[in-house]
């Protein structure tokens, strides 16, 4: 049987993947047989099940909504990234992942069942039609947003490039009313931001990886080069905390920047003739500049492809807390025009020293809790792959999540602070406290205080988001 199907990478919270391939499988024709009589006789089980669902229940049932529960049952008893994607979850994981469409250019979330823009991206339709940080968005072509769902909202602001769309707009607290034409164009999500700090290093922070991230990254290092004195740049920060994941190809992308031999990362699915393992190509865009990784709770799948490849290639010094622990991969399948695509694991992945950081994590070089408001304690861990129902398991020795607050305020960033420290080298890094037993609590050795924080539930943004 030949499968050709695009495989994937993503976290817990939402994340998607990368890599087209084709696998061959063969299988005793006898053996299949039977394994497919006993199928079928168990399908016949389900037909009549759902026949007297269809017959029987208190409320006429609707059909696909019966359909897809039962699959994604099916899936969700596997492990908790396995999934059915109707036809619209499709269509909104191929956005995510190109990171771009036709819209707007507006950051927007809900409070209070109001659509609130966060803010207006840079030279997009919205930016260039005055929409500002704080606007409330009442009606979108006369049609009120009450009672709209966040996704709801945000699908009616998208649309095809060369469109227009009217937003109802209040601003202010006099709460003026205007109308707003705008013309939707294509918007690309920036997956990718970077600055330099302190004069002389170079911070790249990757929020998700896209088809843009391994592009934004080169841009942002070649930048960085020309616009810093080789003789006074420091090195790079890579910012990789709170990232869900992403792509598999962009993570390895990623990584050849910074590295110019050696493995990447290696992928084994449950036959050994699907192994497939990932070289760097000679090469280090970065020349060798010193380099530090920030990860925590919150940085997933992908990002601990990064992580996990610097550290055994002792390319980068890893800092933060324990990473989120998600070491498989999904493929995803295309099940044909209108009927959607299956989310299935098909593989783990290991970093080039061959570890499984399934139900584990990332362990950093060096861990930096940082302060948390106190609004905020005992709500800043995640509780990582480890503790969610039906995860693979991965021997005796399983490890939880962690802290995956970071400030909003960067002069409160211990970690940043942390980073560019050693970077100047104010403080080294034999100052530091190597990390614990990875089963125990994770302690601040940054030299700042400190104390973990106690287990808590998994963190989610208190308001969610969407771009449109």
């Not at 497919?36 to 037909?47: P, W």
């Not at 940080?133 to 699908?155: C, F, P």
């Not at 129902?389 to 211990?414: F, I, M, R, W």
């Amino acid at each position: 049987m030949r499968k050709i199907s695009l495989v994937l990478i993503g976290a817990a919270m939402g994340a998607a993947t990368v890599l087209v391939g084709a696998q061959t499988r063969y299988f005793s024709t006898a053996s299949a047989q039977a394994a497919a009589s006993d199928t079928y006789r168990s399908l016949n089980l389900f037909g009549d099940v759902l026949e007297k669902i269809r017959s029987d229940y208190v409320e006429k049932p609707d059909d696909q909504q019966l359909i897809e529960a039962a699959i994604n049952g099916m899936l969700s008893s596997l492990d908790p990234h396995s999934s059915y994607m109707d036809a619209k979850s499709f269509s909104d994981m191929q956005v995510q992942t190109r990171g771009e469409f036709g819209g707007l250019g507006i950051e927007v979330t809900q409070e209070d069942g109001t659509i609130k823009v966060v803010t207006p991206i840079d030279d997009t339709p919205a930016s260039r039609a005055g929409i500002l940080s704080g606007d409330i968005i009442s009606a979108i072509d006369g049609e009120a947003v009450s009672g709209m769902t966040l996704n709801q909202a945000v699908d009616k602001m998208r649309g095809a490039p060369d469109t227009v769309v009217t937003l109802k707009i209040i601003r202010g607290p006099k709460k003026d009313v205007k109308d707003i034409k705008l013309t939707r164009a294509v918007i690309t999500i920036k997956s990718v931001r970077e600055h330099v700090e302190g004069n002389d290093i170079g911070y790249i922070r990757i929020t998700q990886f896209n088809e843009q991230t391994a592009d934004g990254v080169r841009a942002a290092i070649l930048k960085f080069q020309s616009d810093i004195p080789d003789n006074k740049f420091k090195g790079y920060i890579l910012d990789l905390r709170n990232n869900p994941g992403g792509l598999l190809d962009q993570s390895i992308a990623v990584v050849n920047d910074f590295v110019d031999h050696g493995e990447i990362v290696s992928t084994r699915g449950r036959n050994a003739d699907e192994t497939m393992r990932y070289n760097a190509r000679p090469g280090d865009l970065s020349k060798g500049k010193p380099m530090i990784v920030l990860i925590n709770g919150g940085s997933a799948s992908a990002s601990e492809i990064v992580a996990g490849a610097l550290q055994d290639h002792k390319r980068a010094t890893i800092l933060g807390t324990r990473s989120f622990g998600k070491g498989s991969v999904q493929t995803i399948i295309p099940l044909g025009d209108g009927n959607g695509a299956l989310r299935l694991t098909t593989a783990r992945y290991y970093t080039p020293s061959g570890r499984s950081i399934q139900a584990k994590g990332i362990d950093p070089d060096i861990i930096v809790l940082e302060d948390i408001p106190p609004e905020l304690k005992g709500k800043d861990e995640t509780e990582g792959e480890a503790s969610l129902k039906g995860h693979l398991k991965n021997g005796k020795d399983e490890y939880h999540g962690s802290q995956a607050y970071v400030p909003p305020d960067a002069t409160k960033d211990k970690q940043l602070i942390a980073a560019v420290s050693l970077l100047h080298g104010v403080t080294r890094a034999e100052n530091y406290v190597t990390p614990p037993n990875a089963d125990g609590p994770q302690t601040d050795n940054s030299g700042g205080g400190g104390s973990p924080p106690s287990p808590a539930p998994n963190k989610q943004d208190p308001a969610p988001k969407g771009q449109n």
